[in-house]
């Protein structure tokens, strides 16, 4: 299949998908709490990696530092108390200070990553009847 059939292809299935009335009504659209509870579905059934991996040399000797100073408990303790919320970790390690010091770059720095993350997983653990 050549790149215009493939391009082609897609456009029909993105056309077959409800009527042109849904498709232009802002509020029928998928919002981000939707491809964030599709992105949960894609970890919990395998699909997708429940790892995050990053390249960044600087912060990988700040851990390293941290660990060797014995500072991880206290820069552990400050990301909890700035997370607005139950992170979920009680021991201080790299992958603790990793996870809380992306959670709290996103609730401080965007507007509403964490709320839309909230919304999807309440939505995915609401069984409905």
Do not use: C, H, W
């Not at 995050?52 to 060797?68: C, G, M, W």
């Not at 919320?85 to 990553?113: E, F, H, W, Y």
């Amino acid at each position: 299949m050549t790149d215009t059939d493939e391009e082609l292809e897609k456009l029909r299935e993105q056309e077959s998908k409800g009527n042109r009335l849904d498709r232009e009504n802002p509020q029928s659209q998928p919002d981000f709490a939707d491809a964030i509870e599709e992105a949960l579905a894609a970890v919990a059934e395998g699909d997708t990696s429940d790892t995050i991996t990053a390249y960044d040399p600087r912060l990988a000797a700040v851990l390293e530092a941290l660990e060797q100073e014995g500072k991880m408990d206290d820069v552990f303790e400050q990301l909890q108390a700035s997370y607005d919320g139950d992170s979920g970790l009680a021991k201080p390690s790299r992958s603790a200070i990793i996870r809380l010091a992306v959670r709290v770059g996103l609730q401080d720095g965007t507007d509403d990553v964490l709320d839309d993350l909230e919304e999807a997983i309440t939505r995915r653990e609401t069984t409905t009847v």
